[in-house]
């Protein structure tokens, strides 16, 4: 017996609405079972013959979405063997490479490394002097074209001054194409030959700043400057030091930097990089110590931010808080590790997890350890 047109149409229909019954059902029970909390924590890498107190790290992204992680080889020897070294994941973070060998300038030290993402390649940015010396610094690079497995010596960077003393926060993209890489150079170095190392926080006066580059990082200019004057270092860093930034979502540049004071100091940029607001105290109590800062991918406008929060200077806890106004205001903080945690620094994974590295007390040395989040664990209740 032959169906009727009109009750195929009908039963066409029925399939139909059955069906978006049904995503609509699934889509609402998935809703539902939004992702657990997740943290781990890891290392990078430990004291090993090479090296036995890795420190300073610096992390980002590449372009085909493996982490990379650079930093200085110190403790073995004559610090002016120091060569920054490189280790990538392929996971998100979960494992990584073992130690390669990325920059070592012979007989001086190469320490305080960032990183350039270029389109095609990547830049490892050394700050490079003689370990006893306070006279001058150079950025050194080194370049990798295949996704940080090997690398190459590469051109100098001109920073435009004598002296830089702090320059760990990977460079900046921001969306229209420009890079910024943060960066600090010395007041004082500027008009003198040189600094007594043994109290050379309290005899220098640090400006924050950054250099930016509208050709993907084959040439330079400087960026503002950020510095303030008449602020009591407390025995600290005087002036305004490791600068980290990020691009909200309103297209304005937010800074943090070091103080030697019982705060971070925070301030904007409207013309990305070019000049600054004049800085201020920020919310965050910190000592004498860095902060690193990401603005995420997703949530879109959301950033980041880790820091010691502490305003004794002894570097601990590591927290984290984020904001998702332009940072106008801040999440209650969460502790990262409760331990010794210095010069942290952060990124997103392409998988959302959250990603910081610090470095921290190890058996014979120290290590450069992690920890991978996710932003229901951000989020979630309690510290």
């Known amino acids: 017996m032959k169906t009727s047109p009109h009750r195929s149409t009908h039963s066409y229909r029925t399939f139909i609405i059955r069906g ?10 998935g809703s539902s079972h939004a992702a657990a909390p997740f943290f781990q924590k890891g290392l990078i890498t430990g004291p090993t013959p090479a090296y036995s107190h890795p420190r300073y790290v610096s ?3 590449l372009t085909n979405q493996d982490l990379l992680a650079v930093y200085s080889g110190m403790g073995n020897g004559d610090p002016d063997q120091v060569g920054i070294w490189a280790s990538y994941s392929q996971d998100h973070g979960q494992t990584w490479s073992s130690p390669i060998l990325a920059l070592d300038r012979p007989h001086i030290m190469d320490a305080d490394p960032s990183i350039v993402v270029g389109q095609d390649r990547v ?3 050394s700050t490079t ?11 050194y690079t080194a370049t990798s074209r295949d996704q940080g497995r090997t690398w190459a010596p590469g051109e100098i960077i001109n920073h435009a001054h004598n002296y830089s003393s702090g320059k760990l926060q990977a460079a900046t993209r921001l969306r229209n194409g420009r890079l910024l890489m943060p960066f600090c150079w010395d007041a004082i170095l500027e008009h003198k030959g040189s600094v007594i190392k043994e109290q050379a926080e309290r005899n220098m006066l640090s400006v924050a700043s950054v250099l930016l580059s509208d050709d993907d990082g084959q040439s330079w200019q400087p960026g503002g400057d950020l510095e303030i004057q008449g602020v009591p270092g407390g025995g600290g860093i005087n002036g305004l030091d490791e600068i980290c930034i990020a691009e909200l979502a309103d297209g304005s540049i937010y800074a943090l930097c070091r103080t030697g004071s019982d705060r971070l100091y925070e301030a904007r940029s409207s013309d990305r990089g070019l000049t600054w607001s004049k800085p201020k105290p920020s919310p965050f109590v910190a000592s004498n110590a860095p902060a690193s800062m990401i603005a995420l991918d997703q949530p879109k406008g959301t950033v980041v931010v880790v820091w010691n929060e502490t305003a004794k200077g002894d570097r601990k806890p590591l927290s984290v808080a984020y904001s998702q106004d332009n940072c106008r205001s801040w999440s209650q903080s969460k502790i990262i590790t409760a331990d010794y945690s210095p010069y942290p620094s ?8 959250i990603v910081a590295s610090w470095f921290e007390q190890a058996a014979g040395g120290t290590a450069i350890a992690f920890a991978r989040f996710n932003w229901e664990w951000l989020t979630a209740p309690g510290s």
Do not use: M
Not at 20 to 29: D, G, K, P
Not at 129 to 139: D, N, P, S, V
Not at 346 to 353: D, E, K, L, S
């Open 123 to 125: 830049l490892i940015v």
């Open 346 to 353: 952060i990124t997103q994974a392409a998988n959302g997890q």
């Open 20 to 29: 978006w019954l049904l995503l609509f059902f699934l889509t609402a029970i």
């Open 129 to 139: 002097r003689k370990a006893q010396e306070l006279i001058e610094t150079k950025f």
């Open 59 to 61: 992390l980002a992204r």
